[in-house]
C-alpha cells in the first residue's frame, strides 16, 4: 500500500520504515494514527524495553543538543 507522506511504497531500507502494514508500513502514518505514545507503548511496539526508549532518548536528545549548540556558534 501507498503511504500518504511518500510518493512511493516504503522498503525496509527508507527511514520511516515499520513493520506495519495497518499503518502502511510507514511510522508517520503510526503516529497520524495514535498521536503521541508513552515510552512504554513505544518498546512494546518495537519490542524493546522501557529503559531502553528511555536511553535511545536520551542519547537522541543529546546529539539534537549538541548539534544546536553548533549551529549557533557557526552562525
Not at 11 to 21: A, V
Not at 38 to 65: C, D, H, P, W
Amino acid at each position: 500500500m501507498k503511504c500518504c507522506h511518500f510518493n512511493n511504497i516504503l522498503t525496509e531500507s527508507h527511514r520511516y520504515f515499520i513493520d506495519s502494514p495497518e499503518d502502511d508500513n510507514c511510522v508517520l502514518c503510526l503516529i497520524n494514527r495514535k498521536g503521541p505514545m508513552t515510552q512504554e507503548e513505544v518498546g512494546e511496539y518495537m519490542g524493546l524495553s522501557k529503559m531502553r526508549i528511555s536511553q535511545l532518548q536520551k542519547s537522541a536528545q543529546k546529539r539534537f543538543l549538541l548539534k544546536l549548540i553548533a549551529v549557533n556558534n557557526l552562525g
